[in-house]
Nanobody, 122 residues
């Protein structure tokens, strides 16, 4: 059973930075992609970005492109989300997810973490 545990959320000021981590355990060979999503109160879960375990190909939502960077450490089975130049609209619960292929659709991911809160003040 795949388990994903996020960490690193917290409070930041606009223009500041935070780094989130997602530690994966119990991965299977079919789990090739990990993604980050976020959900603000009253809004639908939104794709942030994703990375493939092999090759490290990345894809980002336009809203975070140039500000957020996804990376992974295969030796630690851990994915990271470096968030720079944070904006108040980045405030949300951030989730990591694991799936079989790179997609922006939340429903296509098989496993999810519990989420970590990110709050950005102006």
């Amino acid at each position: 059973q795949v388990q994903l545990v996020e960490s690193g959320g917290g409070l930041a000021q606009a223009g500041g930075s935070l780094r989130l981590s997602c530690a994966a355990s119990g991965r299977t060979f079919s789990s090739t992609t990990m993604g980050w999503f976020r959900q603000a109160p009253g809004k639908e879960r939104e794709f942030v970005g994703a990375i493939t375990w092999i090759g490290g190909s990345t894809y980002y939502a336009d809203s975070v492109k140039g500000r957020f960077t996804i990376s992974r450490d295969n030796t630690k089975n851990t994915m990271y989300l470096q968030m720079n130049n944070l904006k108040p609209e980045d405030t949300a619960v951030y989730y990591c997810a694991e799936g079989s292929f790179l997609t922006t659709v939340a429903g296509r991911y098989d496993y999810w973490g519990q989420g970590t809160q990110v709050t950005v003040t102006s």
